[in-house]
T-cell receptor, first 114, second 113 residues
Protein backbone atom coordinates (compact mmCIF):
# COMPACT_ATOMS: atom_id res chain seq x y z
CA UNK A 1 0.00 0.00 0.00
CA UNK A 2 1.34 3.40 -1.02
CA UNK A 3 1.81 5.49 2.09
CA UNK A 4 3.70 8.11 4.04
CA UNK A 5 4.42 7.08 7.62
CA UNK A 6 5.29 9.45 10.44
CA UNK A 7 6.37 8.62 13.96
CA UNK A 8 5.48 9.30 16.65
CA UNK A 9 1.82 10.29 16.32
CA UNK A 10 1.84 12.15 19.62
CA UNK A 11 4.73 13.61 21.55
CA UNK A 12 4.96 15.71 24.70
CA UNK A 13 8.40 17.03 25.51
CA UNK A 14 10.12 19.71 27.54
CA UNK A 15 11.76 22.87 26.33
CA UNK A 16 15.28 22.29 25.06
CA UNK A 17 15.18 18.52 24.76
CA UNK A 18 16.21 17.50 21.24
CA UNK A 19 13.72 15.41 19.32
CA UNK A 20 13.31 13.84 15.90
CA UNK A 21 10.11 13.09 14.02
CA UNK A 22 10.60 10.44 11.37
CA UNK A 23 8.96 10.31 7.96
CA UNK A 24 9.17 7.50 5.45
CA UNK A 25 7.48 6.98 2.08
CA UNK A 26 7.32 3.86 -0.08
CA UNK A 27 6.34 5.48 -3.39
CA UNK A 28 9.85 6.32 -4.60
CA UNK A 29 8.94 10.01 -4.60
CA UNK A 30 11.73 12.52 -5.13
CA UNK A 31 10.00 15.45 -3.45
CA UNK A 32 9.34 15.47 0.29
CA UNK A 33 8.35 18.27 2.62
CA UNK A 34 7.35 19.12 6.16
CA UNK A 35 4.43 21.33 7.15
CA UNK A 36 3.09 22.61 10.40
CA UNK A 37 -0.61 23.20 10.88
CA UNK A 38 -1.82 25.83 13.31
CA UNK A 39 -5.39 27.12 13.84
CA UNK A 40 -6.17 29.98 11.49
CA UNK A 41 -2.83 29.68 9.69
CA UNK A 42 -3.39 26.64 7.52
CA UNK A 43 -0.46 24.50 6.42
CA UNK A 44 2.90 26.25 6.32
CA UNK A 45 5.95 24.65 4.78
CA UNK A 46 8.97 24.21 7.04
CA UNK A 47 11.53 22.51 4.78
CA UNK A 48 11.46 20.59 1.55
CA UNK A 49 13.75 18.27 -0.38
CA UNK A 50 13.87 17.65 -4.10
CA UNK A 51 16.08 14.58 -3.85
CA UNK A 52 18.75 12.88 -1.77
CA UNK A 53 21.11 15.40 -0.15
CA UNK A 54 19.09 18.33 -1.59
CA UNK A 55 17.12 20.29 1.00
CA UNK A 56 15.87 23.86 1.21
CA UNK A 57 14.01 26.16 3.56
CA UNK A 58 10.30 26.66 3.31
CA UNK A 59 8.32 29.51 4.78
CA UNK A 60 8.90 28.83 8.51
CA UNK A 61 12.28 27.05 8.89
CA UNK A 62 13.52 28.71 12.10
CA UNK A 63 14.21 26.19 14.85
CA UNK A 64 14.08 23.13 12.59
CA UNK A 65 16.56 20.96 10.71
CA UNK A 66 16.08 18.19 8.19
CA UNK A 67 18.22 15.65 6.40
CA UNK A 68 17.73 13.51 3.31
CA UNK A 69 20.32 10.76 3.32
CA UNK A 70 18.03 8.23 1.68
CA UNK A 71 15.26 8.79 -0.82
CA UNK A 72 12.53 7.27 1.34
CA UNK A 73 13.30 9.07 4.63
CA UNK A 74 13.05 12.72 5.58
CA UNK A 75 13.34 13.25 9.35
CA UNK A 76 12.48 16.55 11.03
CA UNK A 77 14.81 17.55 13.84
CA UNK A 78 14.14 20.05 16.61
CA UNK A 79 17.49 20.68 18.27
CA UNK A 80 16.09 22.79 21.10
CA UNK A 81 12.29 22.77 21.05
CA UNK A 82 10.39 25.74 22.41
CA UNK A 83 6.70 26.13 23.31
CA UNK A 84 5.98 28.05 20.09
CA UNK A 85 6.79 24.86 18.19
CA UNK A 86 3.77 23.18 19.73
CA UNK A 87 1.81 22.26 16.62
CA UNK A 88 0.48 19.53 14.35
CA UNK A 89 3.15 18.43 11.88
CA UNK A 90 2.67 16.72 8.54
CA UNK A 91 5.17 15.15 6.22
CA UNK A 92 4.25 14.90 2.55
CA UNK A 93 5.74 13.41 -0.60
CA UNK A 94 5.08 13.73 -4.31
CA UNK A 95 6.67 13.04 -7.66
CA UNK A 96 9.45 15.18 -9.01
CA UNK A 97 9.22 18.83 -9.89
CA UNK A 98 7.64 19.90 -13.12
CA UNK A 99 4.72 17.52 -12.92
CA UNK A 100 2.95 19.09 -9.95
CA UNK A 101 1.29 15.90 -8.91
CA UNK A 102 -0.64 14.93 -5.82
CA UNK A 103 1.02 15.43 -2.45
CA UNK A 104 0.52 12.43 -0.15
CA UNK A 105 0.45 13.31 3.52
CA UNK A 106 1.49 11.30 6.54
CA UNK A 107 -0.96 10.80 9.40
CA UNK A 108 0.44 13.73 11.37
CA UNK A 109 2.42 14.22 14.58
CA UNK A 110 0.92 16.28 17.36
CA UNK A 111 3.77 17.85 19.29
CA UNK A 112 3.42 19.63 22.62
CA UNK A 113 6.42 21.44 24.09
CA UNK A 114 6.05 22.42 27.74
CA UNK B 1 6.26 36.71 -0.44
CA UNK B 2 3.71 34.73 -2.37
CA UNK B 3 0.44 33.92 -0.66
CA UNK B 4 -2.97 32.32 -1.08
CA UNK B 5 -6.06 33.84 0.52
CA UNK B 6 -9.05 31.62 1.25
CA UNK B 7 -12.62 32.60 2.15
CA UNK B 8 -14.73 32.03 4.09
CA UNK B 9 -12.98 30.61 7.14
CA UNK B 10 -16.19 28.88 8.24
CA UNK B 11 -19.23 27.87 6.24
CA UNK B 12 -22.43 26.28 7.47
CA UNK B 13 -24.98 24.92 5.01
CA UNK B 14 -28.08 22.75 5.13
CA UNK B 15 -27.84 19.26 3.74
CA UNK B 16 -28.63 19.35 0.04
CA UNK B 17 -27.52 22.94 -0.44
CA UNK B 18 -24.45 24.00 -2.38
CA UNK B 19 -21.20 25.25 -0.87
CA UNK B 20 -18.63 27.51 -2.50
CA UNK B 21 -15.11 28.24 -1.23
CA UNK B 22 -12.98 30.87 -2.92
CA UNK B 23 -9.22 31.40 -3.12
CA UNK B 24 -6.99 34.03 -4.65
CA UNK B 25 -3.27 33.68 -5.32
CA UNK B 26 -0.47 36.10 -5.96
CA UNK B 27 2.13 34.24 -8.05
CA UNK B 28 1.55 34.73 -11.77
CA UNK B 29 3.63 31.62 -12.46
CA UNK B 30 1.29 29.33 -10.47
CA UNK B 31 0.01 26.59 -12.74
CA UNK B 32 -1.35 23.90 -10.45
CA UNK B 33 -4.22 24.33 -8.00
CA UNK B 34 -5.17 21.38 -5.78
CA UNK B 35 -7.89 21.18 -3.16
CA UNK B 36 -7.48 19.06 -0.05
CA UNK B 37 -10.08 17.80 2.40
CA UNK B 38 -9.13 17.17 6.00
CA UNK B 39 -11.60 15.33 8.17
CA UNK B 40 -11.37 15.73 11.92
CA UNK B 41 -8.19 14.11 13.23
CA UNK B 42 -7.14 12.89 9.79
CA UNK B 43 -4.53 13.85 7.22
CA UNK B 44 -5.29 16.17 4.28
CA UNK B 45 -6.29 14.27 1.15
CA UNK B 46 -6.55 15.49 -2.40
CA UNK B 47 -10.13 15.71 -3.67
CA UNK B 48 -9.69 17.56 -6.95
CA UNK B 49 -7.10 19.63 -8.76
CA UNK B 50 -6.92 21.85 -11.81
CA UNK B 51 -4.09 22.93 -14.02
CA UNK B 52 -3.73 26.33 -15.61
CA UNK B 53 -4.60 25.18 -19.11
CA UNK B 54 -8.25 24.54 -18.22
CA UNK B 55 -10.94 26.75 -16.73
CA UNK B 56 -13.15 24.16 -15.06
CA UNK B 57 -13.04 20.58 -13.88
CA UNK B 58 -15.80 18.46 -12.44
CA UNK B 59 -15.89 15.20 -10.51
CA UNK B 60 -19.38 14.10 -9.51
CA UNK B 61 -20.63 16.63 -6.91
CA UNK B 62 -17.36 18.56 -6.80
CA UNK B 63 -16.18 21.14 -9.31
CA UNK B 64 -13.34 23.63 -9.44
CA UNK B 65 -13.16 26.75 -11.56
CA UNK B 66 -10.08 28.80 -12.36
CA UNK B 67 -9.80 32.39 -13.57
CA UNK B 68 -6.14 33.00 -14.34
CA UNK B 69 -6.67 36.61 -15.32
CA UNK B 70 -8.16 37.45 -11.96
CA UNK B 71 -5.92 34.92 -10.13
CA UNK B 72 -8.72 33.20 -8.34
CA UNK B 73 -10.14 29.71 -8.17
CA UNK B 74 -13.12 28.22 -6.42
CA UNK B 75 -14.41 24.91 -5.12
CA UNK B 76 -18.07 24.11 -5.62
CA UNK B 77 -19.80 21.27 -3.80
CA UNK B 78 -23.38 20.53 -4.84
CA UNK B 79 -26.01 18.50 -2.96
CA UNK B 80 -23.95 18.61 0.21
CA UNK B 81 -24.08 15.68 2.61
CA UNK B 82 -23.07 15.42 6.28
CA UNK B 83 -19.94 13.49 5.27
CA UNK B 84 -18.79 16.58 3.38
CA UNK B 85 -18.21 18.25 6.77
CA UNK B 86 -14.46 18.86 7.05
CA UNK B 87 -11.77 21.50 6.65
CA UNK B 88 -10.98 22.28 3.03
CA UNK B 89 -7.65 23.74 1.92
CA UNK B 90 -6.87 25.30 -1.42
CA UNK B 91 -3.28 25.50 -2.63
CA UNK B 92 -1.31 26.96 -5.50
CA UNK B 93 2.04 25.90 -6.89
CA UNK B 94 4.80 28.44 -6.55
CA UNK B 95 6.91 29.05 -9.59
CA UNK B 96 6.48 27.17 -12.82
CA UNK B 97 8.54 24.07 -12.19
CA UNK B 98 8.41 22.99 -8.57
CA UNK B 99 6.17 20.97 -6.31
CA UNK B 100 6.23 23.73 -3.73
CA UNK B 101 2.69 24.51 -2.70
CA UNK B 102 1.35 27.47 -0.80
CA UNK B 103 -1.80 26.61 1.12
CA UNK B 104 -4.76 28.75 2.05
CA UNK B 105 -5.75 29.04 5.69
CA UNK B 106 -8.61 26.56 5.38
CA UNK B 107 -12.41 26.58 5.44
CA UNK B 108 -14.36 24.66 8.04
CA UNK B 109 -17.48 23.38 6.29
CA UNK B 110 -20.34 22.18 8.46
CA UNK B 111 -23.25 20.46 6.73
CA UNK B 112 -26.31 20.46 8.96
CA UNK B 113 -28.59 17.43 8.54
Amino acid sequence: EAQVTQNPRYLITVTGKKLTVTCSQNMNHEYMSWYRQDPGLGLRQIYYSMNVEVTDKGDVPEGYKVSRKEKRNFPLILESPSPNQTSLYFCASSEIQGRNTEAFFGQGTRLTVV
Amino acid sequence: GENVEQHPSTLSVQEGDSAVIKCTYSDSASNYFPWYKQELGKRPQLIIDIRSNVGEKKDQRIAVTLNKTAKHFSLHITETQPEDSAVYFCAASIGGATNKLIFGTGTLLAVQP
